[in-house]
C-alpha cells in the first residue's frame, strides 16, 4: 500500500486555490449519467449529497435512521467555528489554522488544516443564506462566543442547539434536491459492504433495514460519510446508532486506517448513573465559558458530599481547588478538551471525585461565580448601579437562563438537580474520534472512488479537535471540497455508462453478507449483544481510555481478542432477517467494533508518546503533561487490513511535514 | 434530589409484527428498574429480559438518547413522550412512576404514520412535506453574500430559531385528536417566513407545504392546542397562526 | 390560488370555519338583542313589530340569507371536517389521556355543533317556520272595552297610520277584508293592500314555553342547547382568531377574555328568557 497525500504545492495559502483551479471538471450535460452514493447523513453527508444534487449528478443518498435529519450532528451543541473576525479580536484564517494545528497537537496536515480554515467563512455566509437561524446581537449581527483552546470569539451559535439548526439547514438543501428528484433517498438502509469492480469503489450493498432485504446500489463514486467510532467504548455521547460500520467495510476492503487511538474524551458530560446506562450526555463545552471547575481541597470534604452529608454550596471558596484556573492561568477553565478531561481524571484519582457513583467519578461545573458578575452587568445595564445581592443573583440567572437555558433544562431532567442553585456534576466521557479511514488531499481513501469525509476521515483534527471545528469539518468537505475534487474523479468516467449490479463482484459482496447475517441469527448462543458490547466497552474505556499505558494495552489487546472469540461463539440474535430487526442490526454493528477496539490498542502501543487525546502514562512531563516525540512519530499511523485479527494488520506511515508553522511544545499556560 | 431506588412495573405495549399485520397489547413485569434510568433504559433492560427468555425484543426507535434527533417517539399512558411536559421519551426518568405503576405505551396512530413494527412507525410524510417547500432555493456556491450583509433584529432571528427548534417528532400529530400535522408545517413555514432568506419563495413554499401536507392524509387543525402542550421543544401555536396568515397572503 | 384549494385546502376549511363562526356571533348578538326585549312584561307590541321588522326590512333579509349560508356552510364544513379528521386516526388509543393537554370543549366542538344543529332546526320550525309559512299564524290582536257599553271589542294592530291603525277583528269577513298571511287586503272593487298585520309571535313564545305539559321539558331543552352553544363558543370564539392568523401576544389575553365573557353571557342570557317566561306564568 501506498500513500499519497497529494498535497499540491505552492505556498500554503495558495494550494487549494491553485489546485481547484486547475481540477478537472465533468459538463453539466455528463452530470446526469453519472451516479454517486453518499451514505450518511450527517453535516458532512447531507451537505455532499446536496451539492452533488444541486449540480446535476445522479445521487443516492443512504441512511440508517427514518430520516435523514437525525443524523447525530444535530446534538451538536456548542457552535462552528469561523475565521470572519467579526467581534474585530484579531482573528484571520491563519490564527484560525494555527490554533486547529496546535489543537490538534502537531499531528494533523498543515494544507488540509489550511483548506479548512479558508473554507471556513463560505460556511457561514452558507448556512445564512439557507436559512439557518443563528444568533444575533440586537444590532442584527451575528453573535459570537469563545470555545476552548483559543483566545478570540470565532464561534458561532445557536442557542445549545448549533448542530440541529446546521444539520437542518443542510437538511433543507438535501430535500429541495430530493424534491427536485436529483437525490434519491434511502432511509432505514445501512450500508454493509463496499463492492470494488476493477480495482474501484462502484457500489455497495445495503440492508434495507424494514423489509431485510440486501440491495444492491453501483455508482461511478462512493461517498462515506457514516461519522465516528466512539460506540466501540459502547458509553459514550455518541448516538445509540452511531457505528463504524461503513468506514470498517471500507478499511475492509482495502482503505487504510489512520489514527485510531486518537479519541476525544468530552471534559463536559453527565457522569455515568448505573450499569443500566446505554449512553452519556454532553454538556455543551460552551459552559466553561461561564463555569468554573473545581473539586474540595480536602479529600474528606469530597468523600462528606458523595455520602450526601455535606452540600457543595456549604464548602467555603478557601476549600475548593479551581484546579484548570490553578494550573493553566492562561487558558484556565478554557483550554482544548483533552487538557481539561486528564486534569479531571487525575483529580479524581487523587480520591477527590464528588459522584455517588461506583467511581466517585466526577467534578464540579460552577456557575456561582458567573451569576454574580454578569447580574451585576445586567443590573448596570438596566441603570441600577447599586444591586443588592438577591437583585444581582435574580438577574443573574436570567442571563445564565438566556445562554444556556436548555442545557440547563436537560441536566435538570437527567439528574433531578437545579444546576441554577447547585453545581453541575461533570466528568469526561468518549466524544470524538479524530482517527477514520485514511484520505488524501481529495478527501479519497486509498480505493480509486471511495471518498470518506466528516468525522469518519481522520484528515483536520490531528491528535485532538477543538470545540466547533467538527461541524466546521462536516460542512467544509461536503460543500466546499468533495464536489470539486469528486467531480475531478468522475471526470474520467463519463464514458463509462451504468455500472451493472449483475456482475460477480456484487453477486459476491452480496452473498458474503448474506453469509455474516444468516451466521449471526443462526448462531444460537445464549448472550445478548449488548453484553459483549458492554464488555468491550469496559475494556476500551479502562485501558484504551484516557490514560493509557503499555502493559494495559497489551492485555486490552489480548482481551477484546477473546470476547471477539467469544461474541461469535456465544451470541444470540433474535429475530429473523427479513423483518426490522434492532438486534440483528446491533450485532452486525459490534462485530465491526470487536476488530476496531483491538486496531485502537495496537496504534496507542505502537505510539509510544502522549499528544493531544492520546496519553501514556510513560510519556509525560514533571508536571504531567503531555510528552510529545516529534522525532519518531510526526507521523499519520495509517493501517492496512489483514484479517479479522487486527494484531496481523499492517502499519503504514504517513510522514507529517510542517512547513509553515514552527512545531512547539503545546502550552496552554 | 430524590436518592435513586428501584421499583416494581406492570408494562401494557404494543406488538405488531409488521405493518400488515395486526397487533395487540401485551403485558409484561418488570423488576428492579432503576428510578435513575430513563425510560428508553428501561425498554433496554425489557429488551434484555426479552432475550434471555428466548422472547422477541420490543422494536422501538431512538438514536441521540439526547432529546434532539426527534427519533423516539412513544405514547405513554395517554400522552405523547409520556408524562412530562417538554420532554422527550428518551429524556423521560423513571423517577417520574412509582413503584406498582402500570405504564400503557403505543406507537403514535395516525394514518399518515403506519407502524411498521411494534412501537416502530413510518414518519416520512414529514420528509416529503420538507421536500415540497422546506427550504431556501440557494445553491452551495461558497460566493453567497457575506453573512453579516443583511442584519436580522434579534428578535426576528430568535422567533425563527424557536420554530427551527422542532425536531420533527411528530408528538404534535400524535397527541392531536386530529392527527393534524399543522404544528411541523407551521414551524417550518414560519422559520423561513420570519427571515429574510426565506421570504423570497414564501408564496410557493406555504402553498406546496399545505399541498402535501393534505396528501400525506394528516387531519385538520382544530386549534385544541394539545399540539403545543406536548411538544417536547416548545414549538408555539404562534407558528401555526402565522402560517395561517402566509397561506391567506399566498392565496392573493 | 386554484378555486378548488379555496375550498379544499385544510387551511382554507379553517378560515371558512372561523368566517362564518365570527358572522354567526354577530348574529347571536343581534338575535339576543331582539329576544331581550321578551323579558319585558307586557311588551307584545315592541316585539311584534321587531319581528315583523326583522322579516321584511331589505338590509335585514341580505343579513338573514347569509346566516343562513354561514349556518349550512358552517356545519357542512364542520361536518366534512369531523369526518376528515375522523379518517386521520383509524385507530384509536387503548389508553389516552387528552385532557391533560386540551379542555374539554375544544375537542368537542362536533359533538357540540351537532347539539346545537339540532337545536337550530327545532328551534327553526318550532318558530321560525311559524313566523315564515304558517297561513294560520295568528295576528297580535288588542282587546278594548268600551266604558259605557261594557262591550269588548277585539282590533287587529296594523301597520296603518292615523285611523288605520286598529282595525276591528270583527269588520275581517272574508268579504270586503281579507287578511293572507299577516297582509290585509281590501278586495272590492279590486284587491288591494290595505295594511299588515303584527303576526303574534310574542304570545306563540310564550304559550310555547308554558304549555301546560311539554313547557318546562322545551324550557329545559333550550337551556341545555344554550350550554352547548356555550361550550362552543368557549373555544370557537378566541380559536377563530388563531385559525385567521390573528394570534399576537399583545392581543391574545384580550381576545380570550373577551371570547369567554362573550361564551359566558350570550348563552347565559338566552338561556334566562325561557326560564323566565316560564316561570313568570
Redesign the interface.
Known sequence: MKLDSKIPQGPLSDKWTDYKDHLKLVAPNNRPKIDIIVVGTGLAGA?AA??LG?MGYNVKAFCF????????S??AQGGINAA?N?QNDGDSIYRLFYDTIKGGDYRSREANVHRLAE?SG?I???????????????????DNRSFGGVQVQRTFY??G?T???LL?GA???L??Q??LGHVK?F?RHEMLDLVKVDGKARGIIARNL?TGELERHSAHAVVIASGGYGNVYFLS?N???SNVTASWKVHKQGAAFANPCFVQIHPTCIPV??T????L??MSESLRNSGRIWVPKKKEDAEAVRN?SLKPTQIAEEDRDYYLERRYPAFGNLVPRDVASRAAKEVCDEGLGIEANDTNEGVYLDFSSEIKSKGKEVAYAQGNHDPNEEETIKLGKQWIEEKYGNLF??YE?????NPYETPMKIYPAVHYTMGGVWVDYNLQSTIPGCFVAGEANFSDHGANRLGASALMQGLADG??VL?YTVSNYLADDIRTGKISTDSPEFAQAESNVKATIDKFLNNNGTK?V?HFHKRLGLVMWNKVGMARNEKGLKEAIEEIGQIRDEFYKDV?V??TSD??N??LEKALRVADFLELGQLMAMDALQRNESCGGHFRNEYQDAEGETLRDDEKFSFVSAWEYKGQDTTKAELHKEELKYEFIKIAARNYK | ????KNINITLKIWRQ??ADSKGNIETYKLDNV?T???F???L??LN?QL??E????V?F???????????CSLYINGRAHGP?T??TTC?L?M?KFNDGDTIFIEPWRSKAFPV??DL?V???A??RI???????????????????SI????DD??K??MA??C??CGACVASCKNGSAMLFVGAKVS??AL?P??KVEATQRVQNMVRQMDEEGFGNCTNTGACEVECPKGISLENIARMNREYLKSSF | MAKSALLKSSIAKKYWMALTGLFLCLFLTGHLAGNLQLLIPDNASAFNQYALFMTTNPAVKVLSYLTYISIIFHAIDGIMLAIQNKKARPIAYAKNNPSGNSSFASRNMAVLGTVILIFIVTHMVTFWAKMHFDKNMPLQTLSVTDEASGMKQDFYITTGTGQDKFLPVNQVDGKNLVIEGNKIFIVKPIKVEFAQGYKDLYKITLDFFRDAKYGLIYTLLYVLAMLALGFHLWHGFASAFQSLGLNNPKFNAGIKIFGRAFSVLVPLLFAIIPLYIHFSK
Open positions: 451537505s446536496a451539492s444541486e435512521q427514518d430520516s435523514p435529519r437525525r443524523a447525530h444535530i446534538a470572519k467579526y473554507v463560505n457561514i455566509d452558507q448556512c445564512v443564506s439557507q436559512g439557518v437561524p443563528f444568533a444575533r446581537e440586537y444590532g442584527g449581527m451575528l445557536a442557542a442547539q448542530g440541529q439548526q437542518l437538511y433543507s438543501a430535500s429541495r430530493i424534491g433517498m432511509s424494514v455521547t448516538a445509540m446508532g448513573h448505573g443500566n446506562q446505554a449512553k450526555t454532553l450526601g433544562a436537560m431532567k437527567i439528574t433531578d438537580e460543500y466546499f464536489p445478548s449488548d444470540y433474535p429475530g423483518e426490522l434492532p438486534e | 434530589m430524590s436518592a435513586a409484527k409488521n432503576s435513575a434510568s430513563s428508553l433504559e428501561m433496554d433492560q434484555e432475550i434471555n428466548r422472547k422477541e425484543p422494536a426507535d431512538h438514536d441521540c438518547r439526547e432529546g434532539i434527533c426527534g427519533m412530562e417538554g420532554t429524556q426518568h423517577r411498521v413494527k416502530v413510518d414518519r416520512s414529514f420528509d420538507q421536500q415540497a417547500g422546506g427550504f431556501v432555493s440557494v445553491n452551495t456556491s461558497g460566493n453567497t453574500i457575506d453573512a453579516n442584519p436580522i433584529p434579534k432571528a430568535d425563527a430559531f427551527a427548534a425536531i420533527g422559520q423561513y427571515l432568506q426565506g
